[in-house]
């Protein structure tokens, strides 16, 4: 839980670190770069990892409750941009990466992260779910496919970015009709990348699926750039 002492141990580790990392100058540009008021401390996304990473090495959470804690800690309390991105690295180790009970975290920082950065650092949270729970996520996604949250539709559409040949295109077909007709940008660019990735395994389906349905300039041009 986020107030037991490893999992405090683990946050204050993980905050101790970034800090000593930082770059001030760095940090100016990636606040210009991401168009964020939140102060950041100019510590690049690999090494946000890499330290997140050997933190919890040195204070490993024992149980997926205590990981989730320390991630919604640092995601709650964050005093500077790059806490959010350890938040997300965290529900990247192994313990955590099939775990379901840490979906409403992961749609907690969908929601309250509001921006493409931290939306997009989630998509492959989702996708190792959807892919090891299949049967709980495609409901879920279908939901966030309608949400009136520009943010949980992007994911919707995004979700199964890497997933390759275990792409389920029923799905992806659906949450990207009922978005097709979206105003907003990031829904827009969404739907494009998310068919460019498939093309990567399944040209000819992208191919059909483009020629079949009414989608905005900038997805039918996203999905097809490399398709010629």
Request: net charge neutral.
């Amino acid at each position: 839980m986020p107030g037991d002492d490893g999992t405090a141990e683990l946050v204050s580790a993980v905050r101790t670190a970034l800090r000593a990392a930082g770059d001030p100058d760095r940090a100016r540009g990636m606040q210009t770069y991401l168009k964020t008021t939140e102060p950041c401390l100019g510590v690049r996304l690999p090494e946000v990892r890499r330290l997140t990473a050997a933190s919890a090495t040195a204070h490993p959470p024992a149980t997926v409750a205590e990981l989730g804690g320390a991630a919604a800690e640092l995601w709650r309390g964050a005093a500077h941009r790059e806490e959010r991105y350890a938040a997300v690295a965290l529900t990247g180790l192994p313990l955590a990466r099939t775990a379901l009970a840490l979906l409403p975290l992961y749609e907690e920082m969908i929601t309250t992260g509001a921006w493409w950065d931290l939306v997009d650092g989630v998509q492959p949270r989702v996708r190792d779910l959807l892919l090891a729970h299949p049967d709980a996520l495609r409901p879920v996604l279908r939901d966030w496919a309608r949400s009136p949250d520009r943010w949980l539709r992007r994911s919707a559409v995004i979700a199964q970015l890497g997933a390759r040949d275990r792409t389920d295109t029923a799905l992806l077909a659906e949450v990207i009709e009922v978005n097709a007709g979206d105003g907003e940008f990031f829904v827009r660019k969404a739907i494009g990348w998310a068919l460019r990735d498939l093309a990567k395994t399944d040209a000819d389906w992208v191919r059909r699926f483009v020629a079949e349905r009414e989608l905005s300039p900038l997805s039918r041009r996203e999905a097809l750039k490399h398709l010629g």
